[in-house]
């Protein structure tokens, strides 16, 4: 038998997309575009917060979305119809996530040219995705009033990572054992620096606060 | 789902390790998993045998895991104590001010060729 022969890596497996994700983040800044990564589980409400906040800010913003799914377009097809925004499909392949590389490959479909804000809708995942940083210059996340207000003990990266968290569906608050004040303490307890913005998107009560947030962010992206 | 995504990111920086070491076949890839990474341990040796199977490169090639213990350092008593056992509250003085030392990672160790 040959013999065996030992090569040291000692290499995290995150390295190479956490450099792909600040070169893209780099790109972005010169360019003046502000990229938001929206996050969380299946169903919790990303598309509809996104209409609700895309018709609030279209006017002020050029806007580009991308949506990834595993493997439809559905999300792309409504988000279109219902705001008239430049909407591109991301097939994530099967990926529970979406890394650094495939971010880029999206940016390349989108006309950047004058594009203020690229909001890109990831996979519906608390896990996957908070440990693939995108190259997205903030990250946003929805937690919606049917998952639990202990989401954030049981969730604890994806919480720590995220600038802002959106608790969705306060509409039915009333028929659920959801403790906002809980969760908004679970959510300092891993993250102090996180916001916690309470909206129906249905209604689109509460979205304008984070519409303002996002108008916010983009303005000190541009000027910094 | 998840342990699938990691295999390919190991399986992208073993091949780029390969080609710079001109090196024809991989017979053991050791990773350092940390306990509380995330990491399924068996579903990461799943889909690794799944995966690897189909490169030429990596045919057979075993997958072996060291598990990395967690262990949280306290801020307030300076001691420090296992992750999985105590959670964030320091069992020696009751502080919630800690910070975990190791245990997150998810690292190629070596190959063996
Ligand atoms: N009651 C109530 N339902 C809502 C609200 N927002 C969204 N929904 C409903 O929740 C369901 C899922 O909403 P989506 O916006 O598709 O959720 P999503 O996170 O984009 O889902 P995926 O892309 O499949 O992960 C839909 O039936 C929405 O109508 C809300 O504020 N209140
Ligand atoms: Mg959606
Ligand atoms: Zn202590």
């Known amino acids: 038998m040959d013999q065996v022969k030992v090569i040291e890596i000692k290499k995290s497996v995150f390295e190479d997309n956490d450099k792909d994700a600040n070169n893209l983040r780099k790109e972005l800044k010169d360019r003046g575009v502000f990229l938001l990564n929206l996050m969380s589980s299946p169903g919790s409400g990303k598309t509809t917060t996104l209409i609700s906040t895309l018709n609030l800010l279209k006017d002020k913003l050029k806007i580009a979305v991308m949506e990834a799914d595993i493997d439809s377009d559905v999300d792309a097809v409504k988000i279109k119809e219902a705001t008239g925004i430049q909407t591109i499909q991301l097939h994530t392949g099967g990926m529970c996530h979406l890394d650094a590389e495939m971010t880029r490959q999206g940016l390349d479909n989108v006309s950047l040219e004058g594009t203020d804000l690229v909001i890109l809708e990831n996979v519906g995942n608390l896990v996957c995705p908070a440990e693939f940083d995108t190259g997205s210059c903030k990250n946003a996340m929805i937690l919606s009033v049917p998952e639990g207000h202990d989401k954030p003990l049981k969730y604890p990266l994806m919480f720590s990572i995220c600038d802002v968290v959106i608790v969705n569906k306060i509409d039915v608050l009333p028929y659920f054992d959801f403790d906002l004040e809980k969760c908004k303490e679970y959510v300092r307890m891993r993250n102090p620096k996180a916001q916690v913005i309470p909206i129906c998107a249905k209604t689109g009560e509460g979205v304008d606060v984070f519409a303002n947030w996002l108008l916010e962010q983009v303005k000190n992206w541009k000027q910094q | ?113």
């Open chain 2, 1 to 113: 789902m998840h342990e699938l995504g990691i295999v390919f990111y190991i399986i992208r920086d073993v091949k780029k390790v390969a080609e710079e070491h001109k090196v024809e076949h991989v017979s053991t890839v050791v990773m350092n998993i940390g306990e509380v990474s995330t990491i399924i341990p068996d579903y990461l040796t799943d889909c690794w045998r799944w995966a690897a199977d189909k490169e030429d490169l990596l045919r057979g090639c075993e997958l072996k895991v060291n598990t990395v213990p967690a262990v949280t350092y306290c801020e307030d008593c300076g001691k420090e104590f296992p992750t999985v056992q105590h959670g964030k509250i320091c069992p020696h003085c009751g502080s919630e001010h800690t910070y975990l030392l190791r245990g997150n990672e998810v690292e190629i160790k070596e190959i063996q060729v």
